[in-house]
């Protein structure tokens, strides 16, 4: 089965602090991971995914197989970065369709 | 370039009432899902289609109902909708698991 887990709900930082926001999976075989973001009263868009490994936004993500993670992290948080962000994992379910699972998310707000 | 298309964006029920909500994507992809979105709660799956014809339930069926009528549209009815059914649908569209998914603007639904 195909599990992602966002441990926190909601995470404060103060502008200009780093960001680190935390994913870990579970599937049993080999995963493809996103990052999606949900502005305010917005659709989610994705963010980015490890198989591209480029940097948007000033967020990067790498894929941690060892440890099953794929944390997301900024050097230095701006207030337009607050915002829902959602972690998710494709790939095989038990009937062998692809399908996409999505953790809880974690509400990320930048203090000015 | 319409991508995912939801209808209605807002929805006022009274308890029993029934509804559908529509779906379409332009983007001829395979997989389709329905999710809600409640404060705290992140995104659940309710149900999603891995291709046309097939169907399967997410986290949280019950109260939902389904219907791929083509590659294009997925439809999710209730038939009897609870005041616990209040949330914002969102509808979304990927060419599997292992790529981005696109997703509607949403239908922000009351139950009174």
């Known amino acids: 089965a195909q599990r992602v887990t966002q441990p926190e709900k909601l995470l404060s930082v103060f502008k200009g602090a780093p960001v680190e926001l935390k994913c870990n999976y579970s599937y049993s075989g080999s995963p493809e991971l996103f990052w999606y973001v949900q502005y305010s009263r917005q659709r989610l868009q994705l963010l980015l995914r490890?198989?591209s490994r480029e940097s948007i936004k000033g967020f990067t993500a790498d894929l941690n197989k060892g440890e099953t993670s794929f944390h997301l992290k900024k050097p230095f948080a701006q207030e337009e970065d607050s915002a829902m962000y959602y972690c998710a994992l494709g790939g095989l379910n038990s009937g062998g369709y692809q399908k996409v699972t999505f953790g809880t998310g974690t509400k990320l707000q930048v203090i000015p | 370039n319409a991508g995912v298309t939801q209808t209605p964006k807002f929805q006022v029920l009274k308890t029993g009432q029934s509804m559908t909500l529509q779906c379409a994507q332009d983007m001829n992809h395979n997989s389709m899902y329905w999710y809600r979105q409640d404060p705290g709660m992140g995104l659940r799956l309710i149900y999603y289609s891995a291709s046309e014809g097939t169907t399967d339930k997410g986290e949280v069926p019950n109260g939902y109902n389904v219907s791929r009528l083509n590659k294009r549209e997925f439809s999710l009815r209730l038939e009897s909708a609870a005041p616990s059914q209040t949330s914002v649908y969102f509808c979304a569209s990927s060419d599997g698991g292992n790529t981005e998914a696109f997703f509607g603007q949403g239908t922000r639904l009351t139950v009174v």
């Open positions: 490890h198989i």
